[in-house]
């Protein structure tokens, strides 16, 4: 079966300083992976989404960049964070047509002070 | 694209069917309805999904009405562990940039 990954749980980082969020997904080969923000009490946002390896499309203007190094790795990173950064990041994954369904990981909750 | 309206919240008493609605109006004839839940401080977990006919599975059913503009998840006898945000969702797009907008959803609580 497969499984999704994330580290680290939980984050709180000084504004200005770097992330790297990472997520892996086991079982599977050549998914498309997504990046995902939930603010607090409020629904996902799209941030980034990969079809293969080296292929990043980003969805909004942000301070976040995203990574795709091997087949089953999507990397979120900033190199320097804002405040407005915190939120609840999650990836997710899924095969084939983009409207399969999507399975998400546990995510990562990120605290910029 | 379609959107989808809930209710803000609803409560259930434990053991017994919770019903939850959702209107999606303007969906279009190839788009699928997805529900998915999320516990707090987890990452949303995938309950069910159909198009046009009503579907069941381990966890729940999911009746879609005839002219497809509204729907209920039901959960057939919900316990504690069914509390929880519960999102429905239609597909907005076929690309992969236009996946799944989760709106507010509906916050239940199961109550003992």
Same mark, same amino acid.
Request: with cysteine.
């Given at each position: ?55 990043? #499309?980003?969805?909004? *203007? ?6 795709? &190094? ?20 999650? $990836? ?5 047509? *983009? ?15 | ?6 209710? &803000?919240?609803?409560? $259930?008493?434990?053991? %017994?069917?919770?019903?939850?609605? $959702?209107?999606?109006?303007?969906? #279009? ?38 002219? %497809?503009?509204? #729907? ?15 999102? $429905?969702?239609? %597909? ?11 709106? *507010?959803?509906?916050?239940? #609580?199961?109550? &003992?």
């Amino acid at each position: 079966s497969q499984t999704i990954h994330q580290w680290p749980a939980t984050l709180v980082q000084p504004v200005g300083s770097p992330l790297s969020l990472e997520c892996t997904v086991e079982g599977t080969s050549n998914p498309n992976l997504y990046w995902y923000r939930q603010a607090a009490g409020r629904g996902l946002q799209l941030l980034f989404y990969s079809v293969g390896i080296g292929q990043i #499309s980003s969805e909004v *203007p942000q301070n976040l960049s995203a990574s795709r &190094p091997q087949d089953r790795q999507f990397i979120l990173s900033s190199k320097k964070l804002l405040l407005s950064d915190s939120g609840f990041y999650l $990836c997710a994954w899924n095969k084939g047509e *983009p409207q399969e369904t999507q399975y998400f990981g546990p995510g990562t909750r990120l605290l910029v002070l | 694209d379609a959107k989808t309206t809930q209710p &803000p919240s609803m409560d $259930c008493a434990e053991g %017994r069917a919770a019903n939850l609605p $959702c209107n999606h109006s303007t969906i #279009s004839g190839n788009e699928y309805v997805y529900w998915y839940r999320q516990i707090h401080s987890q990452g949303p977990q995938y309950i069910i999904h159909g198009l046009k006919n009503n579907e069941t599975n381990e966890m729940a059913s999911l009746i879609i009405t005839e002219d %497809r503009k509204s #729907s209920t998840l039901i959960l057939p006898h919900a316990t504690l562990r069914d509390t929880a945000v519960y999102y $429905c969702i239609v %597909r907005v797009g076929n690309n992969y940039g236009q996946n799944f907008v989760f709106g *507010p959803g509906t916050r239940l #609580s199961v109550l &003992p």
